[in-house]
């Protein structure tokens, strides 16, 4: 259906828009009012025009998977939401509080301010922690209170959870978070670590003490990634009033190693409760930076490390069910194919319990000129094609969290393939292959470049015009691994 035109008096599913009240790149959110619910209630609406980001569509879906599944006073509660097939939409709670935002007009605070902000925060990361949350996207625009006094935290699209799959961890290789605060294991690609919300709240206290953030706001990679071997310039050097403990606690929340912070966010609100018990080490006595040789062997260690997944009680081990990605051509003339595919995969799914399955498809992008990125009904071809994805994987009838869907954006259909698939370490791909034509004759096919360098097993379906005595083809299965399914 063609987009909604969205305006103050708009009604949508019975909520009626009163104002906007924030209109950012991804999203815009909205005053919204229903007459079955007396409290004040706000709508986030993603931005599906001209020039947005298919992360910000992959954001709002990671958002309204995720919120229903929050409980407790740190988050709003969450109230309703709206499908990509009608209008996407999120209803939650409006917290009457403040955010953090207008506090930065008086930094630098008081060490005791610091220390009393930091462990209300980290009491409310420990809560979220315990649900099985990485918020990843911990700032001051994002932290709330309620009057009663109890930290908030909003916005869940960069989020990880461990019950749900980690569409924008699976689906872009580039970092996603704000600059300042994001955990150097973060910009690496690691994003299962409930200690990188601790290293964003030891940024956060340290650019309310000082004034100052510690890595500045790099705009680049290679900015982000100078926090692995530069250390901060020591909050005592900027503030020489901030007692030895709190300076202990705020370099201890900025290792670069996760291993090296607290534990937990919750014994970092103890720490920050209880000063007289903090041990204090050689942090809480430094007054300049680490110098020149250290650095330099830091910048040419091997940071590898960082990138690889914590274990956890969702960690992939040998032994566990499968993960399967389904590559699916959406054309009309592919259709045959795909209701094979959907066929083959119902069949695999039956012999293989637990397993979980991806489902991609490839939008096309022109290497030099951009595409256009809505429809002649003005509808966002990206959300077209995750709807599509999903009416395909209707009748798999897969609950949530086994399955996700994927429209990724490129140039090359098989490097984007071979890229989710590798990097996600997938074990079996089913895919589609097209007939014969010149331009598969002469640059091959994509399930043959898919074969050849997958990690994993491939299995390839083909169909072909049935005459009256002949009987339908099996599908061919061509191995490029070890893993065999059934």
């Known amino acids: 259906m063609p987009r909604l035109r969205v305006t103050t008096g708009t009604s949508i599913d019975g909520f009626t828009l009163n104002n906007c009240l924030h209109m950012g790149v991804m999203a815009s959110i909205w005053d919204v009012s229903l007459p079955a619910i007396p409290s004040p209630l706000l709508m986030k609406l993603p931005r599906l025009g001209e020039g947005i980001d298919p992360a ?18 740190h988050v709003p509660h969450y109230i309703a939401q709206g499908m ?55 700032k001051p625009s994002n932290l709330l209170f309620r009057p009663t006094g109890e930290v908030v935290f909003i916005d869940f699209g960069l989020s990880h959870h461990d019950e749900l799959p980690d569409l924008m961890g699976e689906e872009f290789r580039l970092p996603y978070g704000t600059a300042p605060y994001m955990a150097p294991e973060q910009v690496m690609g690691q994003r299962k670590d409930p200690r990188s919300d601790q290293f964003a709240l030891g940024v956060l206290m340290y650019f309310f003490l000082t004034g100052v953030r510690p890595f500045g706001d790099p705009q680049r990679l290679s900015g982000l990634k100078r926090r692995l071997w530069r250390d901060p310039v020591p909050p005592r050097r900027l503030r020489p009033d901030c007692p030895p403990w709190l300076q202990e606690i705020i370099l201890r929340c900025l290792e670069v190693h996760p291993a090296w912070r607290f534990p937990t966010a919750a014994q970092l609100a103890h720490a920050l ?51 399967l990605a389904v590559a699916i051509d959406l054309s009309p003339e592919a259709a045959p194919v795909a209701d094979e595919i959907r066929t083959m995969v119902t069949r695999m799914l039956a012999t293989l319990p637990g397993a979980r399955v991806a489902c991609l498809n490839v939008l096309k992008q022109g290497r030099i000129k951009l595409d256009d990125v809505l429809d002649e009904h003005g509808r966002n071809i990206h959300l077209q094609r995750l709807i599509q994805l999903r009416h395909w994987a209707e009748a798999l009838q897969l ?13 090359d259909t098989a490097d984007a393939i071979l890229t989710y698939v590798n990097a996600n ?19 091959g096919s994509v399930s043959s470049q898919v074969t050849s360098h997958a990690g994993c097993s491939v299995t390839v379906v083909r169909t072909r015009q049935l005459r009256s005595s002949d009987t339908p083809m099996e599908p061919e299965e061509e191995h490029s691994g070890s893993w065999t399914v059934g």
């Open 273 to 323: 409760q209880h000063p007289e018990q903090v041990r204090l080490t050689s942090r809480s006595e430094r007054l300049k930076q680490d110098p020149f040789l250290t650095v330099l062997r830091r910048r040419f260690a091997d940071h590898s490390y960082l990138s690889k997944p914590k274990l956890g009680a969702t960690a992939r081990q040998d032994g566990d069910a499968p993960f």
């Open 84 to 138: 990509f097939e009608d209008q996407p939409y999120l209803v939650m709670e409006r917290i009457p509080g403040t955010s953090l935002l207008p506090m930065l007009e008086r930094l630098p605070l008081e060490p005791h301010e610091v220390a009393a902000l930091g462990c209300r925060i980290a009491k409310a990361l420990d809560d979220l922690h315990r649900q099985h949350l990485v918020h990843l996207d911990l």
């Open 56 to 73: 910000a569509i992959v954001g709002f879906e990671m958002e309204q998977m995720i919120l229903p599944r929050l409980s407790g006073p």
């Open 399 to 411: 609950e949530e969290g086994r399955i996700s869907f994927h429209v990724l954006e490129t140039p």
């Open 425 to 443: 370490k997938v074990d079996h791909v089913i895919m589609g292959a097209r007939a014969s034509s010149l331009r598969r004759t002469l640059l």
